[in-house]
């Protein structure tokens, strides 16, 4: 089975600086798609972004970039340029590549950022 | 585009006590995940359907919990009897499709507190 680690339960940012989210994975599967997901207090959860186990290059959304390393299985967050509305709780999360049927995701346990003005 | 909608947003109950939840997904799309998430902890998948059929339901309690998707658009989530480790966020989730990558959406979630 997939098993999805984050071992920083918070962390904390100055505005405008970057910060880093930490997260491990463990699969035996060669193709599968990671993921950073944005959960605000109170409000609904959001895809920040995606990377395919396949592709070699990092995936970048506009400030928020990942560091994949597939032999570490490690998948981490940048967040360049802090923002107040950056605060949240982050999920990594995993999907298998091949799924038949089951599409499900296996997420982390969140890590809580706060961004100090 | 509307988003996930659910329904309602905070429930307190007493344990012993049924609930349902309810949630209507993204328009068109065929693939519903139900999640729990207990404070602290990740979401986990219950049950996933494909239009009004269900996928995976491995990790829904069976004896306490049931869903359904009627017509293959709106679902609820029932819990009969409840228990105090019941108490979570239930989140709803949609995609277009279970094949080849979809992004799932998400609604607000429902926060429900066992007493």
């Known amino acids: 089975a997939q098993t999805v680690t984050q071992s920083q339960p918070e962390m904390s940012v100055q505005e405008a600086e970057t910060v880093t989210l930490s997260c491990t994975y463990d699969?035996?599967?060669?193709?599968?798609?990671l993921f950073w997901y944005k959960q605000p207090p109170s409000r609904q959860m959001i895809l920040v972004i995606r990377q395919e186990a396949y592709k070699q290059q990092n995936a970048t959304e506009n400030r928020f970039s990942v560091n994949f390393q597939k032999a570490a299985k490690s998948f981490s967050l940048k967040i360049s340029d802090s923002q107040l509305g950056d605060a949240a709780m982050y999920f990594c999360?995993?999907?298998?590549?091949?799924?038949?049927?089951?599409?499900?995701?296996?997420f982390g346990k969140g890590i809580t950022l706060s961004v100090r003005p | 585009e509307a988003g996930v909608a659910q329904s309602p947003r905070y429930k307190i109950i007493e344990k012993r006590q049924s609930v349902a939840f309810w949630c209507n997904p993204i328009s068109g799309h065929a693939t519903l995940y139900w999640y729990q998430q207990i404070l602290g902890q990740g979401p986990k998948l219950l049950i996933q359907?494909?239009?009004?059929?269900?996928?995976?339901d491995s990790q829904l309690p069976k004896d306490r919990f049931s869903a359904e998707r009627l017509k293959g658009v709106d679902s609820t989530l029932k819990i009969q009897p409840a228990k105090l480790e019941d108490s979570a966020v239930y989140l709803c989730?949609?995609?277009?499709?279970?094949?080849?990558?979809?992004?799932?959406?998400f609604g607000p979630g429902t926060r429900l507190t066992v007493l």
């Open positions: 359907f494909q239009n009004n059929g269900v996928v995976d």
């Open positions: 999360a995993y999907r298998a590549f091949f799924t038949g049927a089951n599409s499900k995701l296996t």
């Open positions: 989730a949609s995609s277009r499709g279970q094949g080849q990558y979809n992004e799932q959406f």
């Open positions: 699969t035996s599967e060669s193709d599968y798609y």
